[in-house]
């Protein structure tokens, strides 16, 4: 069984670009879950899509948005880049049903934003 | 207030020797899971062993053991004849809610623990 597959790995934009990062779950998977690393701020939770839709959200701006398609891949957009944004996100795939015990990350997207 | 708490910014073992990572966590919920990830340089988070409120026993994955003390809140990792490559950045997480089918995931600062030969 395939793994959760993240691209780009690694990325490089300037202030005020817009980043569109892709997330393929295990398959079978139905929720895709984002999170930011930085080392300030440690891991925090972006959002949750499950079938589609946004099922949870965590405290970040607007600029940063998802979306997840009929086959559970997701993709998260962060527009007018800022150089705090710069950070390792990564994304989570689960069954997304109650009782689930396994959440499996991927490898990550590493964002530079100079 | 923080939900997960871990104490030890970083940690030192020998080789073969055992280490425990602690833990500690707060929420009002009944039904809650708590997870220890491992994160290596390369930064991928490795999965390594899940415990659920409602479990009785102690979770236990190969040389991984987490040691879960309810009343206290605590969800203590033990790494068993620690290895070189167990060195990496060791994550607590928690996930609240069981029934609701919600993956959100707070995560603690993490543990570096270095192993040395």
């Known amino acids: 069984k395939a793994g959760v597959t993240q691209t780009p790995r690694y990325l490089i934009k300037t202030r005020g670009q817009q980043v569109t990062l892709s997330c393929s779950p295990i398959?079978?998977?139905?929720?895709v879950s984002w999170y930011q690393q930085t080392p300030g701020q440690g891991l925090q939770f972006l959002f949750e899509?499950?079938?589609?839709?946004?099922?949870n959200k965590g405290n970040f701006p607007g600029r940063f948005s998802g979306r997840q398609f009929s086959n559970s891949r997701s993709e998260m957009n962060v527009s007018t880049l800022e150089l705090g944004d710069s950070a390792l996100y990564l994304c989570a795939s689960s069954s997304g049903l109650a009782g689930e015990n396994e959440q499996f990350f991927g490898p990550g997207t590493r964002l530079t934003v100079l | 207030a923080q939900k997960i708490t871990q104490t030890q910014p970083g940690m030192f073992v020998q080789e073969k020797e055992a280490v425990t990572l602690d833990c500690t966590y707060d929420?009002?919920?009944?039904?809650?899971?708590l997870f220890w990830y491992k994160q290596p340089s390369s930064g991928e988070m490795i999965f390594l062993i899940y415990?659920?409120?409602?479990?009785?026993q102690n979770a236990t994955e190969g040389r991984y053991s987490l040691n879960f003390q309810k009343a206290r809140k605590s969800a203590n990792l033990v790494i068993s004849a620690s290895q070189l490559g167990d060195s990496a950045m060791y994550f607590c997480a928690m996930r609240e809610g069981r029934g609701s089918g919600y993956s959100t995931l707070t995560f603690g600062k993490g543990t570096m623990l270095l192993v040395s030969p």
């Open positions: 415990q659920g409120s409602y479990d009785q």
């Open positions: 929420t009002s919920d009944p039904s809650y899971g």
């Open positions: 899509y499950f079938s589609e839709t946004q099922r």
């Open positions: 398959s079978g998977h139905r929720s």
